[in-house]
């Protein structure tokens, strides 16, 4: 069994940062894959950035320039560095790992954007 626990997530203005934290515990084999989700009420999830075992990285068009992913292999963590919020940015965001035993997801932690 694998565990995700996010944190980080929280109320900012718009224009502000928060940094996401996601780490895995548990029956953790070789981890290939880690990124973060989101969903926004009433709306589908979707892939806001991933980045590979080798370190490779990609991000939603509308993220890019203003978030950064990241992975600590040694901490089986992955970060998001959140810069620049916006109103839009407000969504429950999700941590997802791949393994070679099978795809995990995250609680899901809310980000806020509201003055």
């Known amino acids: 069994q694998v565990q995700l626990v996010e944190s980080g997530g929280g109320l900012v203005q718009p224009g502000g940062s928060l940094r996401l934290s996601c780490a895995a515990s548990?029956?953790?084999?070789?981890?290939?894959?880690m990124g973060w989700f989101r969903q926004a009420p009433g709306k589908q999830r979707e892939l806001v950035a991933l980045i590979t075992s080798g370190g490779s990285t990609n991000y939603l068009d509308s993220v890019k320039g203003r978030f950064a992913i990241s992975r600590d292999n040694a901490k089986n963590t992955v970060y998001l560095q959140m810069n620049s919020l916006k109103p839009e940015d407000t969504a429950v965001y999700y941590c997802?790992?791949?393994?070679?035993?099978?795809?995990?997801w995250g609680q899901g932690t809310q980000v806020t954007v509201s003055s």
């Open positions: 548990g029956s953790i084999d070789s981890i290939y894959n």
């Open positions: 997802n790992v791949v393994l070679r035993s099978g795809r995990f």
